[in-house]
């Protein structure tokens, strides 16, 4: 069988190997991790009047991506992240003013997290991995606020600003949060259930 083809095979009983267990804690997260998104508003709304003047309101924006992170870090199969993302979002949409506007950037920041784990075939998972996952993640869910909220009338510098911020922000609050959080609950024999715990390479 070419080298492909036994690489989509693996990835595929991966995917199939996601167990009711696995998923049922996916969803006890991702609504828990949307309830607390909604909090997030809270300080997003308080530092944004003092942060956007200078476009670093997106420092404090990559909390929201931590949920596709997080969970796929557990987890380790293919479409946790874009699952996670999107159950938080929607718990999120319905506490907050976005409304069902979330879902559809948790399903953008969840796909871009994903595309990255996809690319190392669900096999790596160390902080680099992670960090990958996360700006690429703010990456695209930047790219759907600059067409949402006409960012091409803003200037080159005030874009890349903004961009930077949220790319630092992601990397932060997903990328070295997930890492830190899962090593702790790892050690306190909480993931035992989990490929984190084990050597899958």
Known sequence: MPAKERTMTKVSELFKSITIFEMVLTTVVAVALGVSFWGWTFVYEIAKPVLKVSGLSYLVAGFWILA??????????????????????FVESLLTHWG????????????????????????????????????????????LDFYLYNYKDLSLGFNLTQFTSFIVSSIFFAGFFSEILTKRLAKLGLLDQFLITKNID
Request: hydrophobic share 65%; glycine share 8%; charged share 10%.
């Open 100 to 143: 069902i506007m979330s879902v559809l950037w948790g399903l953008v920041q969840g796909v871009g997290a994903e595309l990255i784990f996809m690319f190392f075939l669900y096999r790596k998972w160390d902080l680099k991995v992670l960090v990958l996952a996360s700006a690429f993640s703010a990456a695209l869910s930047y790219g």
């Open 68 to 89: 596709s992170v997080l969970l796929s870090q557990i987890v380790r199969k293919p479409g946790i992240a874009i699952i996670a993302s999107i159950l938080a979002a």
